[in-house]
């Protein structure tokens, strides 16, 4: 266990200091947040309609952000390479970063959520949904995008193809996490949490092996 | 259990069969959508559709081709993962253009068909949306594969992506169909469908497979054409 704690440990240290980006996630995420109203207008009956989806995409968004690096800065400056012939599996070095990852972006981001839900008049009731919504969605996000972060590893431009192949495969987790908001608001239960647990739970299992499979492929190239 | 494929699995194997194959293929392509076209304007017109009852024809087939491609695409995938072999590669990425077009081709005359139908471009109803996110799927699969250079490698990344969109993909339709109904309790085309619609419809679904595997073999041809001449380009430049 060890070795994954300390994988675990640099990537949080790495995330905090300088360029890590752990921050800028936070500050594009109010951003979003404060322009959405001033696109849509600023009635609030509307917006507290519109306010839950415009959260969830923004933290998915937001979650995207620091992804090219989760293994490129890795890869580029030879550490993946160490981490490879460490005694820690491939898939447990997998696990580690996206388990940072989400330590570093998604749970706060989480944390944010419900004082920027106070910009959209959520009700006092959906809040804390919204914010459960993230919390058990949000791995999601870290676990797809880490398989995204992976296969782009090695191209200069990574982070401009990295939305376009893990935002399709994100549609589920938006879909269930902005259902499980519309559930507590209209009283009518479809299955949303369930559904977004679920999706959350076989992505998050699923993606260290993906994950480690395509960084194995990037190495031996 | 395989053997007998991967004997056409050598390049040049391939290139003989493929090409024999390729005009008669080409030939019974368009047979077929020109029969199919000619059902389909001598069926009546329906009587809650009038002659808009057409677009069904070219509109349904490139919505199955759209998925259908796709599966072909995760096969080809996931021979490349398994065997490294490289018809199987070019296969995988020729493809995918191949899907998307259909794809787009599918969203349009939905589109076109929605219009006159239920007067809107658009509508976000299950099929349409799930259909669009697998446009995406298509296109970033495409640009993943313009992205790496080395092609062997782009071969085995992409193939991955292809797997997990093909596990994805029922659980994205899923996902958005639960959706479809949570937002708006509407069921299109539920209903049977007359034979006098059926003979020109299956007719056109037919046209547009061999359309696909008509194209398929094509690009899969040029690619190996392609490739064989850059090799020789640069055994030629080592020399």
């Known amino acids: 266990m060890t070795p994954f704690l300390t994988l675990l440990a640099r990537d949080l240290r790495l995330s905090v200091r300088e360029g890590g980006g752990a921050a800028l996630a936070l500050g594009f995420f109010a951003l979003v947040a404060t322009l959405m109203p001033l696109g849509i207008g600023s009635d609030m009956a509307v917006l507290a309609r519109v306010g839950a989806g415009v959260l969830w995409i923004g933290a998915a968004l937001a979650a995207l952000l620091s992804l090219d690096r989760l293994f490129q800065a890795d890869y580029e400056d030879g550490s993946l390479d160490l981490i490879a012939l460490s005694p820690l599996p491939l898939e447990g070095a997998a696990a580690a970063k996206i388990l940072a990852h989400w330590l570093s972006t998604g749970l706060p981001l989480t944390l944010l959520s419900p004082v920027l839900s106070v910009l959209f008049d959520l009700p006092s009731g959906a809040v804390p949904v919204l914010a459960a919504s993230l919390l058990l969605g949000t791995p999601a996000v870290s676990a797809a995008g880490a398989i995204g972060a992976s296969l782009t590893l090695s191209l200069r431009r990574g982070g401009l193809i990295l939305p376009l192949i893990v935002l399709p495969l994100l549609t589920p987790a938006v879909i269930f996490g902005t259902g499980m908001v519309e559930a507590a608001q209209t009283g009518l239960e479809g299955g949303a949490f369930g559904f977004l647990a679920a999706f959350s739970i076989a992505t998050v299992l699923l993606s260290p092996f993906v994950a480690a499979f395509a960084v194995r492929l990037n190495l031996a190239g | ?239």
Request: glycine share 8%; hydrophobic share 55%.
């Open chain 2, 1 to 239: 259990m395989f053997d007998w494929l991967f004997r056409y699995a050598n390049p040049a194997r391939f290139m003989g069969l493929s090409g024999a194959l390729l005009p008669w293929l080409a030939a019974a392509t368009i047979l077929t959508i020109a029969i199919g076209l000619y059902l389909g304007f001598s069926a009546p017109p329906d009587y809650q559709q009038g002659r808009t009852v057409l677009i069904m024809f070219v509109h349904v087939p490139a919505a199955s081709m759209a998925t259908m491609v796709y599966f072909c695409l995760a096969v080809a995938s996931l021979f490349s993962l398994v065997n490294r072999h490289i018809l199987a590669d070019v296969a995988a990425r020729t493809a995918a253009p191949l899907g998307a077009v259909f794809t787009l081709l599918a969203l349009a005359t939905g589109s076109l068909w929605g219009k006159p139908m239920w007067g809107t471009w658009w509508e976000w109803d299950g099929r349409m949306t799930s259909t669009l996110v697998q446009f995406f799927l298509y296109l970033g699969y495409s640009a993943l594969w313009n992205a790496i250079e080395d092609e062997t490698k782009a071969a085995r990344i992409c193939a991955i992506l292809a797997l997990v969109g093909a596990v994805n993909i029922p659980i994205i339709k899923f996902s958005v169909d639960w959706w479809a109904t949570l937002h708006q309790g509407e069921s299109i085309m539920s209903g049977q469908v007359a034979p006098v619609f059926l003979a020109p419809l299956l007719t056109m679904m037919g046209g547009y497979f061999l359309l696909f595997v008509t194209l398929w073999l094509v690009r899969i041809r040029t690619m190996i054409v392609e490739r064989r001449a850059r090799s020789l380009m640069q055994a030629g430049a080592a020399a």
